[in-house]
């Protein structure tokens, strides 16, 4: 597939694994998180790691947007999703994520909540359409990179003068959680960072910037394929190497300095920080999450239903904040591939298409921990 296979090339790749080898100084460790959910599917899917030299780690980071969100948010979806007059609208991976005491939106739709799963925010415009007689909601989720759409979605209402819609927003932003990483109380040791690609599409370079210059850590922004994410971490090696800490972007073909410009002033123009978030994993994390604006008001689900914050414990028997934390993997925990499995998740992490222990679930990652420690 062009554009696809010619960043896939076995021989290319090799290449660069001899140039980390040969980069990469046996006397010291090199220890890089790759943010993104999709840049640890890319490196289980690849078996990247296995083509690393042992000083070379990645650690896994929080950047899977379903992964963090808590489960009381989930349960406050619950509690709305089985009022009578509602339709609420979720995307699919949504549906199996854990809320407290083992609930599910699968499992409240299975009580009879009238939950529809759509595949872009204009589905939940026009269930609203069909549907004037019944309050729609759709549960808007993710980091910078779907919130765009979901403006789309806001205007499209406005245009249309719907007053049968509304937007529960769990839009979250990457440089805050980024920085509570490194702020952490726990802290993990962390050489530099692996740039998410989606997300910097929209909102550039400059956000990373203050990692580079206030916490001297390199960051370098890289697509999905195995020769991005390998010429990625070449590349901060050899940040490492030279003592040099820059925001570099590997991913040119697809992100510009700036971002999208256009995408940034419209999410600005509709929508504005809150001054606390809760995030699995993470915890409360200040102005780290998007929130209407007031002009918008009428839209925003949270106020319309007087939706109360909900604050819940993870299941203390699952690892998944940890995890999140990039403090341990999925194989340390004691539920992984037991009790916890794709089709009986425990914890978020399991769930979703970009979290780490499916990632390691789905490419067999698991299954080389355990010959290792059989051998």
């Given at each position: 597939m062009k554009y696809a296979d010619e960043f896939r090339d076995k021989e290319l790749a090799t290449g660069l694994a001899r140039a980390i080898r040969a980069k990469a100084d046996p006397s010291r460790a090199y220890r890089?998180?790759?943010?993104c959910g999709g840049h640890t599917h890319a490196i289980a899917r690849y078996g990247l790691e296995d083509?690393?030299?042992?000083?070379?780690?990645?650690i896994h980071g929080p950047g899977?947007?379903?992964?963090?969100?808590?489960?009381g948010r989930i349960d406050m979806a619950i509690a709305l999703a089985e009022r009578p007059d509602i339709i609420l609208c979720v995307y699919g991976d949504l549906m199996r994520v854990p809320g407290s005491r083992g609930s599910s939106l699968l499992k409240a739709k299975a009580r009879g909540a009238d939950i529809r799963m759509v595949?872009?925010?204009l589905d939940a415009i026009a269930l609203a359409e069909q549907n004037p007689s019944r309050e729609v909601v759709f549960f808007a989720i993710g980091f910078e990179t779907t919130t765009p759409p979901t403006a789309v979605m806001i205007r499209a209402a406005e245009k249309k003068s719907l007053t049968n819609f509304s937007v529960f927003c769990n839009h979250v932003l990457t440089p805050p959680a980024m920085r509570a990483i490194l702020d952490s109380d726990t802290p993990i040791e962390i050489d530099g960072f692996v740039g998410p690609a989606h997300v910097s599409t929209v909102i550039g370079t400059e956000p990373y910037a203050p990692f580079a210059r206030d916490d001297r850590k390199p960051v370098v922004i890289a697509g999905f394929e195995p020769l991005d994410m390998m010429q990625a971490i070449l590349m901060l090696i050899e940040q490492v190497n030279d003592g040099r800490h820059e925001v570099e972007n590997q991913y040119r073909r697809a992100v510009a300095g700036g971002g999208n410009q256009r995408a940034i002033k419209e999410v600005a123009a509709l929508?504005?920080?809150?001054?606390?978030?809760e995030w699995r994993g993470l915890g409360s994390i200040p102005a780290s999450a998007l929130k209407l604006r007031s002009a918008f008001a009428h839209l925003d689900a949270e106020l319309r239903?007087?939706?109360a914050e909900r604050v819940v414990a993870d299941n203390p028997a699952c690892e998944c904040p940890a995890i999140l934390r990039g403090l341990k993997k999925p194989v340390d925990c004691k539920l992984f591939g037991t009790a916890c499995t794709p089709e009986t998740p425990v914890g978020s992490c399991m769930v979703s298409s970009e979290g780490a222990c499916a990632a390691h679930w789905t490419y067999g990652r698991f299954r080389d921990h355990q010959r290792r420690l059989a051998s």
């Open positions: 890089f998180m790759e943010f083509m690393l030299p042992d000083n070379v780690r990645m899977c947007p379903v992964c963090v969100l808590p489960a595949y872009s925010t929508f504005e920080l809150r001054d606390q978030f239903f007087a939706m």
